[in-house]
């Protein structure tokens, strides 16, 4: 997160931390073909940016130079990511861009799942700073409860869950349809109209009990005493999943926005 870190932003990062292992473990694997995608929007490749890298999915997957946002502790090694701690609490904007080597050296920026919850006008001023001109790339990327064929099924859970989202979460929910992103599009979605793909993965029952587990709103329900995976809540979730022991090849329907800074941006 960039600049002064508030109370809510310090729980959020601490939930996040505590469901490090069960995120990592549960959730899907994004597709090499969209980081081939976005590596072909950039005229150079020498650095890439991933912020809020968590378990390091991402920055794996596009073989950049990973930075970590709240889980790098449990991140993947590769010979190719470096994790990197940004600036924390009271660090300014020149501090950041000094630590990732200066305004525009860098070429792809990415942000995967994590992009709800960042103060956006502080993030994507750094990022403008940031991103080599003309050419530099930012993305961001999620995907929710539109996993076919059993949306109907994770439609019903996440009416449960609602009362628990932190109200940052309602970007990721409604597929970043309304989530702020001042970019010029570059042919792979853009603000107000984000571009779709699919996420194939093969998923267990207790895969998907994982995952839901570790979605946000679960954990915050758990820590006011409601436990939205109860005995009861899974033995339904199982019957409508088809049985324990039934392996499912399911889709996510993710949604991404892609940009370049525009022309006519001061920055």
């Given at each position: 997160m960039l600049g002064p870190r508030s109370k809510i932003q310090d729980r959020m990062a601490g939930l996040f931390t505590r469901q490090a292992a069960e995120y990592a473990a549960a959730r899907p694997v994004y597709p090499k073909d969209l980081f081939v995608k976005l590596a072909s929007l950039t005229a150079h490749h020498r650095v890439a940016w991933d912020v809020g890298?968590?378990?390091?999915?991402?920055?794996?997957?596009?073989?950049?130079?990973?930075?970590?946002?709240?889980?790098?502790?449990?991140?993947?090694?590769?010979?190719?990511?470096?994790?990197?701690?940004?600036?924390?609490?009271?660090?300014?904007?020149?501090?950041?861009?000094?630590?990732?080597?200066?305004?525009?050296?860098?070429?792809?920026?990415?942000v995967a799942e994590a992009a709800?919850?960042?103060?956006?006008?502080?993030?994507?001023?750094?990022?403008?700073r940031l991103l080599r001109k003309p050419c530099g790339v930012i993305a961001v990327w999620g995907y929710n409860y539109r996993v076919s064929p059993v949306e109907d099924m994770m439609a019903r859970f996440l009416h449960t869950t609602l009362p628990y989202w932190d109200s940052r979460a309602r970007y990721v929910i409604d597929g970043y349809r309304d989530l702020p992103?001042?970019?010029?599009?570059?042919?792979?979605?853009?603000?107000?109209?984000?571009?779709?793909?699919?996420?194939?993965?093969?998923?267990?029952?207790?895969g998907l009990?994982?995952?839901?587990?570790?979605?946000?709103?679960?954990?915050?329900?758990r820590q006011r005493g409601v436990d939205l995976l109860d005995e009861r809540a899974v033995r339904r979730?199982?019957?409508?999943?088809?049985?324990?022991?039934?392996?499912?090849?399911v889709t996510f329907k993710a949604f991404l926005l892609a940009g370049t800074v525009r022309a006519d941006d001061p920055a």
């Open positions: 890298t968590g378990n390091g999915q991402a920055a794996i997957g596009r073989g950049g130079d990973g930075r970590e946002r709240g889980a790098v502790r449990r991140a993947v090694p590769h010979p190719k990511v470096r994790y990197h701690h940004t600036p924390d609490a009271g660090a300014d904007d020149d501090d950041l861009v000094a630590a990732l080597g200066g305004e525009g050296r860098v070429d792809l920026i990415t709800h919850w960042f103060d956006l006008p502080a993030f994507y001023g750094v990022a403008r992103f001042p970019f010029d599009g570059v042919g792979l979605g853009k603000e107000g109209e984000p571009a779709g793909f699919d996420m194939e993965h093969e998923m267990s029952f207790p009990v994982g995952m839901l587990r570790s979605w946000s709103a679960v954990a915050t329900a979730l199982e019957g409508e999943w088809g049985g324990a022991s039934l392996v499912r090849k």
